[in-house]
């Protein structure tokens, strides 16, 4: 059954495990995507994003914990939901011996509200040729045209799992540019994974990191580079090496000189490290790669 309320979440995971053998691979996901929202899902490579991703399309069978999409189970979904649904795999499988317009006919056979101005569109803006097989072409070329067939039908809920990680510079800006158009007037929802930071800060406006199988951030954007911060720490005297700063992600420390990155900077902190440690102290910004970093524990 399609969600009661048209205004609840479309993605709604609670306490989400998945096991393969003895390897836990996620071990506990909570995660509520907001309707109309586009939400970058962040993590190392082999931090299982693939994995939650086909357990919430129900590709694969969860171990335990509840998951809705679209208001349904995954492993149960209706024809109904599957025609809101729009997916981009990060290995694509397409009909190697059909023709480009023949496969984008074949696909738009099955939904009913398939666009197919906007399909054309899309061919001609990525250079797809119609007359071509699909075996021979590029891996780049396979990536957009799943691209075509995955926006084509106007779904509700786009899944992209490192949707442009075949795609050449040039390539990849022209589909971001295409998610930016698809999603202004937040009708649509799209969870995607990438470990492109500069393409998730680009088009996303909620991020989700994912760490040790489990969500360890996930809100606005803007409100986690307006958190995470470096302070530079410069004191009178040697620091000693037990020195540690309130909310801290790593740190190093050298002598007088300190550098911790810090989850949230209190508003008395700063303070408090000058008068405490008769310190000078910089507060630095970060990009969405070095925030990245910073809560890995990476330097």
């Known amino acids: 059954m399609i969600e009661a309320s048209r205004g609840a979440p479309l993605i709604e995971i609670s306490?989400?495990?998945?096991?393969?053998?003895?390897?836990?691979?996620?071990?506990?996901?909570?995660?509520?995507?907001?309707?109309?929202?586009?939400?970058?899902?962040?993590?190392?490579?082999?931090?299982?994003?693939?994995?939650?991703?086909?357990?919430?399309?129900?590709?694969l069978k969860t171990s335990s914990g509840s998951v809705r999409i679209l208001g349904e189970e995954p492993w149960h979904l209706s024809a109904e939901a599957k025609s809101r649904l729009g997916y981009v795999a990060q290995e694509v499988s397409l009909y190697s011996w059909m023709r480009v317009r023949q496969i984008i006919e074949y696909t738009a056979a099955f939904y009913p509200t398939w666009n197919h101005d906007f399909a054309r569109d899309l061919a001609r803006r990525w250079e797809l040729p119609t007359e071509d097989r699909v075996g021979p072409m590029s891996q780049g070329q396979q990536q957009k045209l799943a691209l075509v067939l995955a926006l084509a039908h106007e779904p509700d809920l786009l899944i992209l799992d490192e949707p442009v990680a075949s795609l050449d510079p040039s390539a990849r800006r022209e589909f971001l540019g295409t998610l930016l158009e698809v999603t202004r007037d937040q009708r649509r929802t799209v969870l995607f994974s990438t470990h492109i930071t500069t393409d998730l800060e680009r088009v996303a406006d909620h991020v989700a990191v994912l760490r040790d199988g489990k969500i360890v951030y996930h809100d606005e954007l803007d409100d986690l580079?307006?958190?995470?911060?470096?302070?530079?720490?410069?004191?009178?005297?040697?620091?000693?090496?037990?020195?540690?700063?309130?909310?801290?992600?790593?740190?190093?420390?050298s002598g007088r000189h300190a550098m911790v990155a810090v989850s949230t900077v209190e508003p008395t902190?700063?303070?408090?490290?000058?008068?405490?440690?008769?310190?000078?102290?910089?507060?630095?910004?970060?990009?969405?790669?070095?925030?990245?970093?910073?809560?890995?524990?990476?330097a």
């Open 225 to 253: 580079k307006d958190s995470v911060k470096r302070l530079r720490i410069t004191a009178e005297r040697d620091l000693p090496s037990s020195f540690a700063v309130a909310n801290s992600l790593r740190s190093e420390i």
């Open 15 to 59: 306490g989400l495990m998945k096991s393969f053998g003895t390897a836990h691979v996620l071990r506990g996901v909570d995660l509520t995507i907001p309707r109309g929202s586009v939400t970058g899902l962040l993590g190392k490579n082999g931090s299982g994003k693939s994995t939650l991703l086909k357990c919430l399309l129900g590709l």
């Open 269 to 298: 902190l700063v303070e408090e490290l000058e008068s405490q440690w008769e310190a000078s102290v910089t507060v630095e910004d970060l990009s969405l790669e070095e925030i990245f970093l910073e809560m890995h524990g990476d």
